[in-house]
């Protein structure tokens, strides 16, 4: 089994190839059968490495012990609840502006 290098080199081989002008339409289209299969390999190839790539991106990080533990910060981004009460959460009913 070909590497993926030499795999996609072959297939840049076979795309200079089919550009020439005196190419004959057989061997065009050999070469255009092989480059199509040679791509679906890689195709496949780059899918599993993609997938093992998924596959260490999603493992869980063991933390370093000796680290520093990260200092997290989080303002807040709207300024919704300004006036609230601490205790109650409320900003309490309205002085002016209300049916009755």
Known sequence: ??????????????TA???KSDISLEDALSTFEEGIK???TLEKDIEKI????????????KADPSA???QINIEP???????ADAS?????????????
């Open 1 to 14: 089994m070909k590497s993926f290098e030499e795999n996609l080199s072959r297939l840049e081989e076979l």
């Open 17 to 19: 190839n089919i550009r």
């Open 38 to 40: 040679l791509a679906k």
């Open 50 to 61: 993609e997938g093992k790539i998924q596959i260490l991106m999603n493992q869980p990080v």
């Open 68 to 70: 520093p533990t990260p």
């Open 77 to 83: 981004q709207l300024d919704l609840f300004a006036g």
């Open 88 to 100: 109650t959460g409320s900003a309490g009913a309205p002085s002016e502006g209300l049916r009755q």
